[in-house]
């Protein structure tokens, strides 16, 4: 296993910049931003795609600093149903696949994105619930419209040799393990999970459950290192459907944190065996969104955090069983 980054935080220096300062920290991996919400701030997608020169700067800097991409970012929303912004979208996700396979790259990390309720309808419409019936016939909608997208999507990653991993985050389609398994199994084995054990925290969902669960179905990408904590006299009084804004920390029900601030070193550790026993020995992605610190102090802790709860080497043999 390894130790990877993912470099939003880092946007306000150089690539090399960057890799200086990671590689200094004991970080084996970037997942840079190409587009989308984490934007291009270290690989610009369009001026770098069919561009030999370009690529083959990165991948100077990416062996003078001793690392490698584990994937390429761009979380968007391609089934949005304003056209335009779903087309920029479709663009984006697919021009990353273009980019990571030029670059050898094995992975593109996403979002499975999130229809309207309807054909008419303008905005997108996360269900929850499947009654008033209308809510379930919406729901029926929405998968109808993103199996005709992934599906095609998928054959598109599958000719260029990339993996798609989905992040399974609330707001979009799938933000669960079953929506994440009904997917994969509607398309191909390129459609798969980024593991971000952030999201489900807060759904209640078991974390090592949902590793063996996909994990049986080898739908595990890639994986986000990123913790919660669940603020429980908050949501005792108003639940973890929280809208409250980010930055009001004292009144949320949940927040983002650094990993080993929502769960301790133990659980981090059960979850790096449970990857171990599925057959996950790739890169611990830390995305950091942890508005109680900076994003130095954040990425500093998390990596010597994790530094004490991945494998290095593979395991030996089971001597004493024999």
């Known amino acids: ?3 990877g980054v993912h470099t939003p935080p880092l946007a306000d220096e150089s690539l090399e910049d960057a890799l200086a300062y990671l590689d200094d920290l004991g970080v084996d991996a970037i997942e840079p931003g190409v587009g989308g919400y984490p934007g291009d701030h270290h ?3 369009s001026a770098h795609l069919d561009d030999d020169d370009r690529q083959a700067e990165v991948r100077e800097l990416l062996e003078t600093y001793d690392m490698e991409i584990s994937a390429l970012a761009v979380h968007n929303n391609p089934l949005h149903p304003d056209e335009e912004t779903g087309d920029r979208a479709d663009m984006e996700l697919r021009e990353a696949i273009r980019l990571a396979s030029q670059l050898e790259v094995n992975t593109v990390t996403g979002f499975s994105g999130l229809p309207a309720g309807g054909p008419d309808d303008e905005v997108p419409n996360w269900i929850t619930a499947p009654w008033p019936s209308e809510h379930a016939d919406a729901h029926e909608y929405q998968w109808e419209v993103a199996l005709e997208y992934w599906r095609d999507l998928a054959e598109f ?3 260029h040799g990339v993996d798609v991993a989905i992040e399974m985050h609330p707001n979009m389609l799938v933000y669960e393990p079953h929506g994440m398994a009904r997917l994969r199994d509607a398309t191909n084995d390129r459609i798969g999970a980024n ?4 999201h489900l925290y807060w759904q209640g969902i078991e974390i090592a459950d949902a590793i063996r669960y996909l994990g049986d179905r080898d739908a595990i990408h890639h994986v986000h290192a990123k913790d919660t904590r669940i603020y429980e006299q908050q949501a005792r009084e108003k639940g973890v459907l929280d809208t409250t804004a980010y930055d009001d920390e004292e009144n949320r029900s ?8 929502g769960h301790d070193e133990t659980h981090w550790k059960d979850i790096v065996s449970t990857l171990r026993m599925v057959g996950y020995d790739g890169t611990m992605s830390i995305e950091h969104e942890d508005s109680l610190t900076s994003s130095r102090e954040g990425l500093e802790k998390a990596v010597s955090f994790l530094e004490r709860a991945i494998f290095r080497e593979q395991p030996g043999e089971a001597y004493w069983a024999e």
Do not use: E, K, N, T
């Open 195 to 198: 593991f971000d054990p952030s």
């Open 157 to 159: 990653a599958d000719d």
């Open 1 to 3: 296993m390894q130790i």
């Open 254 to 261: 949940w927040l983002f944190r650094s990993v080993g601030y």
């Open 43 to 45: 690989l610009d997608r």
